[in-house]
């Protein structure tokens, strides 16, 4: 789908599945506001609760498994 040299960050590759239009943006970009149906379905990624979900809160969670799973008690 034309990703080739665009993913160089673990938020863009996670954007190019959430939020295709996120790839590339800053971490501030704002993908979802409070009153729409897409902010509805994630607002639990509103992790300040300011109403709006960016791409750094959405990403987080992914960020986080990724840092667990590189722990030293993962390794075989």
């Known amino acids: 789908?034309?990703?080739?040299?665009?993913l160089s960050t673990l938020s863009d590759v996670y954007m190019a599945i959430l939020w295709p239009a996120a790839v590339g943006k800053s971490g501030d970009t704002t993908l979802f506001s409070r009153?729409?149906?897409y902010?509805?379905?994630?607002?639990s990624l509103d992790l300040n609760g300011d109403g709006r979900v960016t791409k750094d809160e959405a990403a987080s969670p992914v960020q986080s498994r990724l840092t667990t799973g590189l722990g030293t008690g993962y390794y075989g």
């Not at 789908?1 to 665009?6: E, I, Y």
């Not at 902010?39 to 607002?43: H, L």
């Open 35 to 37: 009153g729409s149906i």
């Open 1 to 6: 789908a034309g990703w080739t040299g665009k």
């Open 39 to 43: 902010y509805t379905q994630n607002s």
